[in-house]
């Protein structure tokens, strides 16, 4: 494509750049993008009690770090694909709204996980929300 924008003359075919550039910019969209998204493609979630931050990594740039606030969270996981030997799906992630308690989704993943591995990263994420008790000893103290 820049061999055709160099090999333009201004002057006679002016009117040819916006349309030359309107055609690289939509093929490098729809076809490239994806092609690097499958080639080198990985998804990075934070997930923390207060928000989940997601940004996709096409090998060659970074998507901006794009952060969804909630105020109570919800988790689901649908299998999207089944193969004879194993079963993929996303995870969505759901904000309650805090005025009428609805449900909103917020997030899903746009890689498709293996279902065992679904479940695992919904146990982890569980995790955080537990409340931490404290272990009685932890530190050395006195009865005086």
């Known amino acids: 494509m820049l061999f055709i924008f160099a090999k333009i003359d201004p002057?006679?075919?002016?009117?040819?750049?916006?349309?030359?550039f309107l055609v690289s910019f939509l093929f490098y969209y729809f076809i490239v993008r994806y092609t690097l998204?499958?080639?080198?493609?990985?998804?990075?979630?934070?997930?923390?009690?207060?928000?989940?931050?997601?940004?996709?990594d096409y090998g060659w740039y970074r998507t901006n770090l794009k952060t969804m606030n909630?105020?109570?969270?919800?988790?689901?996981?649908?299998?999207i694909q089944k193969t004879d030997e194993q079963s993929f799906g996303k995870i969505y992630f759901f904000n309650y709204r805090e005025e009428d308690n609805l449900p909103e989704e917020i997030y899903q993943?746009?890689?498709l996980l293996?279902?065992?591995?679904?479940?695992?990263?919904?146990?982890?994420?569980?995790l955080l929300f537990e409340p931490v008790t404290p272990?009685?000893?932890q530190f050395p103290y006195s009865l005086n």
């Open 11 to 20: 002057v006679k075919h002016g009117a040819a750049i916006i349309p030359l």
């Open 37 to 56: 998204w499958n080639w080198f493609g990985k998804e990075h979630l934070i997930i923390n009690t207060k928000s989940v931050s997601t940004q996709l």
């Open 70 to 79: 909630f105020s109570r969270l919800g988790l689901s996981s649908e299998i």
């Open 109 to 111: 993943t746009a890689i």
């Open 114 to 126: 293996p279902e065992q591995q679904l479940e695992e990263i919904k146990d982890l994420i569980w």
């Open 135 to 137: 272990t009685l000893n």
